[in-house]
Every structure is written in C-alpha cells, then in structure tokens.
C-alpha cells in the first residue's frame, strides 16, 4: 500500500514513533503492518478520545502496556496540554538529545505520527502546534499526505491514516467501522448498527434507554432498530419507520460520544 510503503520510507528520517490510538478500540487500532516497521524506534502509545470512555478501564490499558514495556499516555487531542507529548518525547529520545547536549548543540527531536484512520492525529499535532494548520475531520482519509509540523525541540511528521489489507477477524473490522476508520460507503448501515447493539446492550443499555427511550434490547435486533425508530419519531411520510435514519443517528452519535462513555474493547 502506498501510505504504508511512503511511512517505512520517511521512518528512517525520524527518531521516535507516535502511535495514536483511539481509546475505544485499544486492540482494533494497532494495525499490524505498523508493528512490524516500528519495531526498532522508541514509540510513545497516545489512547487518544479518553474523553469517550470510562476512566478506570484506560487505566488498566495504560498499566497492562507499562507491564509490556511500552510508553503510553492517555489524551483528549482536542484539548491537551502540548508539555505532556513533548516531555514523554524527550524522555523516549533521552538518548539523542543527550549526545547532542554533551557537545553542547542543540538539537530536534523529530517523530512520525501514525494511526488507523481518524483516531486523532491530525487534530494532537494541531493541538500541540497550537494551530489548526493540519486539516482535520470526524471521517476516515482526511490527511491524504504526509506533512512536518515544527514547534521548538520537535517536528512532527503527520501521516495519512492506514488500515491493512485483512482483518485478522471480522470483530475488528466491526469496530475499526462504529470508531469512523473505514469508509462508511462500503458498509451497510443498518447491519453494521444491529451489530453495534446487539455488542453493547448488555453492558450499556442504562445509556441507551436515557438516549433512544428504550427500555430494553432482546435477540431480535431489527425489533430493536425499529422501536429505536418509533421511540424517536424517526417516521418517514405514510408512517413506515425510517431506519436508514435510524441507523445514520445511532453510528453518529457514538462516533461523537453523545450515547456516553463506551469502551469497545477492555484490557
Ligand atoms: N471526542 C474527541 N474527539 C476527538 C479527539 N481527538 C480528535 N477528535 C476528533 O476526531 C476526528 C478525527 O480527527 P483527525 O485529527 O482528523 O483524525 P486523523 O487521525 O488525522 O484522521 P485521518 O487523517 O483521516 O487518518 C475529528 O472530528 C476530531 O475533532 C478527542 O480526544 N476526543
Ligand atoms: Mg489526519
């Protein structure tokens, strides 16, 4: 693939990896290719949208990635404070600044930002860049190439959102799907949504009746479409419900966090 081909070209130009991941689908957004790449570079692991999910399942992500050995932070790209990423930078690269320091120059750090599709990256360089110079968007390939942004100490190598050519198992095209990182045009809405409920009901069904007035979800999901219909109003002229509607909302509204705090997959 070419994204993936034009990252292994440019990771020889940089000194650390970002690895922007977002924090609803831990397992679903490290993309295997990329493991394989990275595996001589200090990477600092960012579980990007924490605002999205509940605190203490991150916190066990967080610690079972320590017990790995791995660097990872968790963040809101949205509004973060940008000492945060330079400073566990500085300490993955501790090594080059150092050597630079001992003859007294002083140099960049520079890091390649990488991810599935729309897990934050464009949205974390802005952030810490302090402009909103990377263009950005809740929909998967809106970086089409690769750009450097600088501030003081670290440039930063943006990079167009990746997937891989097979998903090890249908779950994680599911997910990577309800996060935004593939292509809505391919899918199908409404099975994708069937799907979406049938994985969180059991878990998270307080949220859903606050948002779709449901009381509850059983096995027959295209019940629970239809009643999500009617409960909402979302009726089409003649009185059928609109469940193409109904689907659209659904996907929307937990891509913006407005069903509440989701965790797709825990640690
Ligand atoms: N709720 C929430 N939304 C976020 C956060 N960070 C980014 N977003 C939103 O996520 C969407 C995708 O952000 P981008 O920065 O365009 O993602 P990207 O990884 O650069 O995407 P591609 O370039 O398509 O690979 C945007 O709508 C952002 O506003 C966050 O921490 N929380
Ligand atoms: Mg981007």
């Given at each position: 693939m070419k994204a993936v081909r034009e990252m292994e070209e440019n990771l020889s130009l940089v000194d650390a990896v970002v690895y922007v991941i977002d924090s609803r689908a831990i397992k679903s957004s490290a993309n295997p290719e990329f493991d394989k790449l990275i595996k001589n570079k200090p990477v600092l692991y960012i579980f990007n949208?924490?605002?999205?999910?509940e605190k203490n399942n991150l916190t066990a992500w967080i610690n079972k990635f320590k017990a790995e050995g791995k660097e990872a932070i968790s963040l809101v790209g949205t509004s973060l404070n940008p000492e945060v990423v330079t400073s566990a930078l500085k300490k993955a690269c501790a090594n080059k600044l150092n050597k630079f320091a001992n003859k007294g120059a002083k140099v960049s750090i520079r890091v390649m930002v990488i991810g599935v599709p729309n897990t934050g990256k464009s949205t974390i360089i802005n952030s810490i860049i302090g402009k909103a110079k990377a263009v950005t968007g809740n929909r998967p390939g809106v970086t089409r190439r690769q750009v450097w942004y600088s501030i003081s100490g670290v440039d930063f190598l943006d990079t167009p959102g990746t997937l891989w050519g097979k998903f090890q198992d249908n779950n994680i095209a599911l997910h990577l799907a309800y996060i935004g990182s593939i292509r809505g045009e391919v899918l199908d809405k409404q099975e994708l949504v069937k799907e979406f409920l049938k994985e969180i009901k059991d878990e998270y069904m307080p949220l859903l009746t606050a948002r779709y007035k449901v009381q509850e979800i059983g096995d027959d999901m295209d019940l629970a479409l239809e009643n999500i219909a009617k409960a909402r109003g979302w009726i089409v002229k003649g009185g059928e419900v609109d469940l193409e509607r109904t689907a659209n909302a659904i996907l929307d509204d937990f891509r913006n966090g407005k069903i509440g705090k989701i965790m797709l997959e825990k640690a």
């Open positions: 949208k924490s605002d999205l999910v």
